[in-house]
């Protein structure tokens, strides 16, 4: 009876557009509502969504007359199809990004509140942020009517069942990356918390802000909104949430095993229009003895700790070394000498850079600040890596020949400030997909040695097994010719390279295009995210077209404008794959 009166109510709102002086539209436009009707409809209706879809619906059809038949179909609860099922994808979409925006920035913050980077203490599926992931999932989802499962807290899932056998997919993940807290620094010196949603102006600040948890709150939100509007489904929709992309996805293989993956699947963690192809992602790790007694000079200075990312695919924003033993007042004095020539040589190899170079009692402290970034896109940071080991190698200052000097000059001869391989004599492109990059981002001390950390992004072209023995070769033949004893160890993954046709990618492209007015087309990523581990998976979104990608960075943020347009098009897509009458 409720459905009834609530149909009937939007009925005769619908109606009363027919009364509207001679001068208004009629009804008789056809076709689908655009970004610039959308942008009128959101300077126009924001009170009208505070209420109910139908309602809003009915003051959406008065103020555009495309949408007068659309809504009678949806007021009478006939079937949807073609421009009718679009307009009402997309209504709903508007409709759920002016009525729950404020809710989905509140549960990404409870997200962000929960540190779910991995740690060494303890397996990702008993770390105490994981199972409080999935709790505050599964309450979500209970209080929006889906269904939950847990997966051993290796992935999460969520589903809205529709009236056919088919499902298709949505993937996302719950974890995050490790910080450095001391990066967090806004440039007027705000001091942000990376695990606690800070707005500024336009921005979210926040680890996993945009990288997935932003996501994640998103699309639980439209699958709320798309159960609430009572639009049938005729393929259920899956949430998968995984929680541990970040560090190889082992969380899904073990889903695999447990479970029979949907067909078809999208993926919520890469960049729009839609991603059709990723990069394979590689660690590079080479490894250096700490002591080396036998070649210590007495009274020598001696590089001491140096540090770089907090994590392997992260560029990181500062670099630092410490510098014991010898005259560190002379060191410090020539170091504080020698950095306005180096940073003036090399500001134009990537960007503006800063040194800083401190005596601390009997050590002498040397920070190299650039610009923090994705790991797959070196090209969007200034890697402070490599600029410190090239300032520390060309000041001239002896250092004692320990590991951390081996893996200084190591990092100054074949990287410098080249990160696509060609010190190394590896560089190749792909047309469609791009360079081959290996960006030097983490030192670390660990079991007696200094491990170097590469991360590798491999295009199509060439194969893992190939590449890393290409690598290997190379580095030991510089370890041979310097007379530096060297370990190498090259994982790398495979690129992928998806057949970019069928309904399912021309209707993601269809509603980005439409919502935001840009260029809709395949494009690739040297990102590498889960979809290799699924079948027919393609990326859409969250990243905007000619932004930079703040994932992993210091920093990281998520645009508001950015979060409504998510909204909106995850809501749409939901319900236009939904009833997609083939996915081919």
């Not at 059809?61 to 997309?90: K, T």
């Not at 056998?165 to 993940?173: A, D, S, V």
């Not at 996805?249 to 029979?260: E, I, N």
């Not at 905007?544 to 960075?553: I, Q, R």
């Amino acid at each position: 009876m409720k459905k009834i009166l609530m149909a009937a109510g939007l009925a005769v709102a619908l109606a009363a557009c027919s009364s509207m002086p001679s001068n208004a539209p009629t009804a008789s436009a056809k076709g689908t509502v655009k970004k610039a009707d959308m942008d009128r409809l959101v300077a126009t209706l924001p009170a009208a969504a505070q209420g109910s879809f139908r309602d809003f619906l009915a003051q959406a059809a008065r103020e555009n007359p495309m949408l007068r038949a659309s809504a009678s179909a949806y007021a009478a609860q006939q079937p949807l199809a073609g421009d009718d099922l679009v307009n009402i994808s997309r209504m709903l979409g508007l409709y759920n990004r002016l009525h729950n925006q404020a809710a989905v920035i509140d549960a990404t913050a409870k997200m962000v509140e929960l540190p779910t980077f991995r740690s060494d203490k303890v397996p990702p599926h008993e770390d105490k942020s994981i199972i409080a992931f999935g709790v505050l999932v599964e309450r979500m989802a209970r209080d929006f009517g889906l269904q939950f499962r847990n997966v051993d807290n290796r992935v999460f899932e969520v589903k809205l069942p529709g009236s056919g056998p088919e499902e298709f997919g949505i993937l996302t993940h719950a974890d995050v990356v490790p910080v450095v807290a001391d990066e967090w620094v806004l440039d007027d010196g705000t001091r942000l918390d990376p695990f606690k949603l800070t707005r500024v102006g336009g921005n979210l600040y926040g680890r996993g802000s945009i990288d997935d948890k932003g996501s994640i709150a998103t699309v639980l939100y439209a699958m709320k909104a798309v159960k609430e509007s009572g639009l049938p489904l005729s393929r259920t929709i899956r949430l998968m949430i995984e929680t541990t992309e970040e560090t190889g996805g082992d969380a899904m293989k073990y889903y695999r095993t447990k479970t029979t993956l949907p067909e078809y699947n999208i993926v919520l963690d890469s960049k729009y229009p839609a991603v059709v192809a990723e990069k394979g992602s590689g660690a590079l790790r080479v490894s250096f003895p700490l002591a080396s007694p036998a070649n210590a000079s007495a009274g020598g200075t001696a590089i001491t700790a140096m540090a770089g990312a907090a994590s392997t695919n992260a560029v990181p924003q500062t670099a630092t070394a410490k510098l014991q033993g010898g005259n560190t007042a002379d060191v410090a004095a020539r170091l504080n000498a020698a950095k306005a020539g180096f940073v003036e040589k090399y500001k134009p190899q990537g960007g503006p850079f800063s040194i800083d170079v401190a005596q601390d009692g009997a050590a002498v402290q040397v920070k190299v600040t650039g610009t923090s970034a994705h790991g797959s896109r070196p090209e969007e940071g200034v890697n402070p890596v490599p600029r410190l080991a090239l300032f520390l190698k060309e000041s001239g200052i002896a250092l004692a020949p320990n590991g951390y000097a081996q893996a200084v000059r190591y990092i100054a001869d074949l990287y410098g400030t080249d990160y696509l391989g060609r010190t190394l004599g590896l560089a190749y492109s792909d047309d469609f997909m791009g360079p081959l990059t290996l960006s030097p981002n983490l030192v670390r001390e660990k079991d007696g040695k200094v491990d170097v950390l590469v991360n590798v992004r491999m295009p199509r072209g060439n194969t893992p097994e190939a590449l890393s023995q290409a690598t290997t070769a190379r580095i030991k033949a510089w370890g041979a010719q310097a007379g530096v004893a060297v370990e190498v160890d090259h994982s790398q993954g495979n690129w992928m390279a998806r057949d970019p046709k069928g309904a399912w990618l021309s209707t993601l492209l269809n509603t980005f295009g439409d919502t935001t007015g840009l260029e809709a087309k395949p494009v690739s990523t040297a990102g590498s995210t889960t979809a290799k581990l699924m079948p027919n998976a393609i990326n859409f979104g969250p990243a905007m077209p000619g932004k930079k990608y703040t994932a992993h960075n210091a920093k990281e943020f998520k645009e508001v404008v950015d979060l409504d347009a998510d909204m909106q098009m995850f809501t749409e897509m939901l319900v236009r794959i939904g009833n997609l009458a083939q996915m081919q």
